[in-house]
């Protein structure tokens, strides 16, 4: 019958969309029920039934059986006369059910409802997608490749929900193909348009602390906690850890049995260098710790100005540095403490180094600022380190660098000649 025969056009919504069987039969009802209250004025005396197992629907109408001549509502009451053609059994006072054919609602309608009844299940899919991921922000989650574009990639959830991995949020060295399998972490939910957009980031610090959680289950039983991470994606990151368990070695942990465990997390996050320390209150040792690899001699702590001068072999000014600044940027993240390094000079037998500013008015500011970042602020620290080394760790041409090293020489031949 065409009742029945109806929800065949709603075959889209029949199922379910990820969506619970029982709330979208219900919302089929409600919209039907507007339906007819569009139609007839009220919905009260009509039942709407939904089989939630076949997703058929009926509409039944209750009318109250009156004499002849004494109906004041055809949508409420019917004459005797007319309701013992459809039962013959029927008395005065008895209620006639009959059953609706959807198709008198008329085809406006029914499209009306069809239109209705996609913006409803449109709205419970939102809710549904926000409800799910507003709960797992800072978990892991695994999507696919769906479509890439310039600055963002739309990847799709296992329940096929679109989610946004944004170019801002991929590791640098990141390359994906349509159809791969991405792991990040959920960042945000926000609202576009009053569209739920899921954020999902490879470069943020709780997604290396998600894949430790993982591969480290002293980390997941809470034997071992994740004090602090700062990461440069792609480069190198820093994880300070602690053990509420003497026994346990909290580094060793991590790492796991010849690089285990971290193997895993570093190939993830596209051969990032991970640093693991063990966490102290003790600020010298945890900045000493935090610019691993380098080793270091000395150092001339300020707690109150939150700053830290280092003192260094010359070999290990540029590995306390790193590539780029990364490690002394990365350890300052990790310690709150402003750090600076230095050459120590102590043992080296020179008597005297000229600071890099006092060559102001034959070199640019902007030159020395790029040998301070690496390091050399003296004139026998940027001596000391040969052209093609400082070319490499600089963003300086190298002809500049070699005008540099002659104007330091120079100044150091005329110092000794005279």
Not at 2 to 30: G, H
Not at 199 to 207: G, K, N, P, W, Y
Not at 352 to 379: N, P, R
């Amino acid at each position: 019958m065409a009742s029945i025969n109806l929800i065949d056009s709603f075959q889209e919504f029949k199922d379910a969309e990820n969506i619970d069987r029982p709330t979208l039969m219900k919302v089929i009802e409600d919209v039907f029920k507007t339906l007819l209250r569009k139609k007839y004025g009220t919905d009260e005396n009509f039942d709407v039934i939904v089989n939630d197992q076949t997703g058929d629907l009926e509409i039944f109408r209750r009318r109250e059986i009156v004499e002849d001549g004494m109906s004041e509502d055809d949508n409420l009451q019917i004459e005797y006369s007319e309701a013992i053609l459809i039962e013959p059994d029927y008395s005065v006072g008895e209620e006639v059910y009959e059953e609706i054919n959807v198709v008198d609602f008329g085809r406006r309608a029914i499209l009306a409802a069809k239109q209705t009844l996609a913006a409803r299940i449109g709205d419970l899919k939102k809710n549904n997608l926000l409800k799910k991921y507003a709960d797992r922000v800072g978990e892991i989650t695994s999507a696919e490749v769906y479509q890439i574009w310039k600055k963002e990639i739309l990847l799709l959830d296992d329940e096929g929900n679109e989610v946004i991995l944004p170019k801002s949020e991929q590791i640098p060295t990141d390359f994906f193909k349509k159809g791969e399998a991405v792991r990040a972490v959920v960042k945000k939910v926000e609202m576009r348009n009053n569209t739920p957009v899921i954020i999902l980031s490879r470069t943020h610090s709780s997604f290396l602390e998600k894949l430790l959680e993982i591969e480290v289950p002293e980390i997941m039983d809470g034997l071992i906690v994740v004090k602090k991470i700062v990461r440069e994606p792609g480069e190198r990151a820093k994880v300070a850890v602690e053990s509420y368990d003497d026994r346990i070695d909290p580094v060793g942990a991590c790492v796991g049995m010849k690089g285990s465990r971290i193997h895993g997390i570093v190939r993830e996050l596209r051969n990032e260098n991970i640093d693991i320390i063990n966490f102290t209150n003790n600020t010298q040792l945890l900045i000493q710790r935090s610019l691993t690899p380098a080793r270091i001699n000395r150092m001339e702590l300020d707690t109150e100005g939150q700053h830290a001068d280092v003192y260094l072999e010359p070999d290990q000014v540029s590995l306390a540095i790193g590539k780029k600044g990364v490690n002394i940027k990365l350890a300052q993240e990790l310690t709150g403490y402003s750090i600076d390094v230095y050459r120590d000079a102590q043992d080296e037998g020179v008597d005297y180094d000229i600071d890099l500013d006092e060559f102001s008015d034959e070199i640019d500011g902007w030159v020395i600022d790029e040998f301070k970042k690496i390091g050399c602020d003296t004139a026998l620290s940027v001596l000391n380190l040969s052209i093609n080394e400082l070319v490499r760790r600089t963003d300086l041409e190298e002809e500049t660098v070699r005008e540099v090293h002659e104007i330091l020489k120079a100044e150091f031949d005329n110092e000794q000649n005279g």
